[in-house]
């Protein structure tokens, strides 16, 4: 019994530590601008090349950050923004290059792949690095 006592203390311990270690979440706004910090805004655009966009990041009911080269493009959808969520896979159905403003997204869930929502895109807006960064 003595050397069931210092077992399940470490057990515990190691049970704790994720919950003591996680990273506080931030609100979706302060993830954004986080994000873009020591980017410039420029002009918004219609469309963006699907071909050199190497990654996208959902904004929990936000946006949807797309990565073209070192430029990061943000979407701040025109419908169905409050049903981004950040574990949610994008799907979009298209034969065409570009990403559009006119284009809709659907939302499936990562886990269980079943669909979750759609979003109709809005404009693209570029940030770059700020010049002497």
């Known amino acids: 019994m003595r050397h069931l006592i210092p077992a399940l203390i470490a057990a515990a311990a190691v049970a704790a530590a994720p919950v003591a270690t996680a990273r506080e979440k931030l609100e979706p706004e302060a993830e954004l601008a986080k994000l873009l910090e020591g980017r410039v ?53 298209t034969s065409g290059s570009q990403l559009c403003s006119i284009d809709t997204l659907e939302l499936h869930d990562r886990t269980s792949r079943m ?3 759609f979003v109709s895109l809005g404009e693209f807006v570029p940030y770059r690095r700020a010049k002497g960064e």
């Open 41 to 93: 805004a420029g002009e918004p655009q219609k469309c963006i090349p699907l071909s050199t966009a190497r990654s996208s990041q959902i904004i929990d009911k936000t946006a949807i950050v797309y990565k073209v080269g070192s430029t990061l493009w943000v979407n701040r959808p025109e419908g169905g923004a409050e049903s981004l969520d950040d574990d949610d896979i994008l799907v979009l159905k």
């Open 115 to 117: 669909y979750s929502g």
